[in-house]
């Protein structure tokens, strides 16, 4: 039995709560190899990895003194965009302190939030690729270690695997809590365009569910370009109008609110309205409501609690508005799935007439630019205007971010893929004081 000797407590890992770490580590004797065999953590104490040390204990080197010949590490390393460079980078830094053979064997499969992406890698004693698992599926693979091959490690674009890991994610949750098929609100923007491919790669067409649900100010065009995803993706399509609903809703409220101007709450009943009835849909046919919001709006709180934000897993929720863009992009790089009109019209949430999402968010490129800088690289204000951002545009935005932490303890959990999400590696108070 080998025991794991570094018990990461960062991030989403919270090891040391609940294990202890080996007391030391010792090669098995196996054939004519001293197998120096360590578990996932163990390989990244390397020095110069982190900007700050983690660790005081290297077991790979440990293991080495001991007379390892080869190593093998048993690993659950979950994904994250641009991860796998770091992995590799890492073990060739292994191999060429050691000059030993090293065989990573790496998890495959979603669960929860955290995508596993399998892209095992065999590296020989000069460092050269021997071997290299598929990503994002089950592999099987016969390297030898003393071979003196090289091959071309095999990466695809990042919407490319981005695209992988999200459908991989979908698809092993929905397994695994038991669902069949998905049903998702289509309303003819971007997100809910993607998603529903996602869904798609993930289930099979005929498993997902798209439900156009207009009000009085949803365009025509949201309506036929919505229809028109749904016959290119070859999925189920419904059109459920709220307005009649919404209309009701307005005069249950009439007594209490006359008087008063309509506001963001006549908006978000409509949003409440278009969720109720995607839970109706679920609770009778046994569907997994998907939400379509992104990163972006998630890290502001431009979503509807009870609203938008419903469902049993938020599949782009760490996909920033930018890179949905280019998931589509990458959709329709063969052919026109997502319509092309969806991609090119500005963004809207379509509650009130004439409305557009930078009625109330900085321009994306920027916005999604400022939350890296935020929540990723957890920069403070001062540090994010020193990198040439607005001040006030970057102070607006970390207070809507802080602000709306109540909303996302509420949320459905969202499949990582970034080194920050808004999950479990994320714990922030909820009461912070910000409001005047």
């Given amino acids: 039995v080998v025991h794991k000797t570094l018990l990461p ?62 190593l093998l590490n048993i690993s659950a390393s979950p994904y994250e965009i641009e991860k796998p460079h770091i992995r590799l980078r890492l073990l060739q830094e292994h191999v060429s302190k050691h000059h030993v053979p090293f065989f990573y064997v790496n998890m495959v499969g979603g669960n929860d939030e955290l995508l596993f992406d399998g892209n095992s890698i065999a590296l020989g004693k000069r460092g050269n690729l021997i071997a290299q698992g598929k990503r994002f599926e089950e592999d099987f693979l016969l390297a030898d270690s003393e071979s003196e091959q090289s091959l071309h490690y095999m990466e695809g674009c990042t919407e490319e695997e981005l695209f992988q890991a999200l459908a991989m994610g979908t698809r092993d949750y929905a397994r695994k809590c038991g669902f069949n098929t998905a049903v998702l609100g289509l309303s003819g923007g971007v997100d809910s365009s993607v998603v529903a491919c996602i869904a798609v790669e993930a289930m099979g067409a005929a498993n997902v569910f798209g439900i156009s649900m207009p009000s009085v100010y949803t365009a025509p065009e949201s309506i036929r370009d919505a229809r028109s995803l749904a016959q290119n993706l070859g999925i189920h399509f419904h059109t459920i109008p709220i307005q009649p609903l919404f209309e009701a809703f307005r005069q249950s409220l009439s007594g209490l609110f006359a008087g008063l101007p309509e506001n963001e709450t006549e908006e978000n009943l409509q949003a409440r309205i278009r969720g109720a009835l995607l839970m109706a849909l679920s609770n009778k046919f046994g569907h997994l409501v998907l939400s379509t919001g992104n990163k972006s709006e998630l890290a502001v709180g431009y979503c509807t609690l009870y609203g938008d934000m419903v469902g049993g897993l938020a599949v782009i929720s760490d996909v920033p508005k930018t890179t949905v863009y280019k998931l589509a992009a990458f959709i329709n790089r063969n052919s026109e799935i997502i319509p092309r009109n969806i991609i090119e019209r500005a963004p809207t949430a379509e509650l009130r007439f004439n409305q557009t999402d930078q009625d109330t968010l900085p321009e994306y490129d920027i916005l999604d630019a400022i939350l890296k800088l935020r929540v990723e690289e957890q920069m403070s204000l001062d540090e994010i205007v020193a990198q040439g951002y607005d001040a006030a545009i970057a102070e607006k935005v970390i207070r809507m971010i802080h602000a709306t932490e109540y909303k996302r303890h509420q949320a459905a959990p969202g499949l990582k893929v970034t080194s920050r999400a808004f999950g479990t590696g994320r714990r922030m108070p909820i009461a912070m004081k910000l409001h005047r």
Avoid: H, M
């Fill in 9 to 70: 407590t960062y991030d989403v890992f919270d090891e040391d709560r609940y294990f202890e770490s080996s007391k030391g580590v010792q090669p098995i004797r196996f054939g004519e190899y001293n197998l120096g065999i360590s578990i996932c953590e163990d390989a990244w104490s390397f020095e110069g990895l982190w900007p700050k040390r983690r660790y005081f204990i290297d077991p790979i080197k440990n293991l080495i003194d001991r007379g390892a010949d080869l």
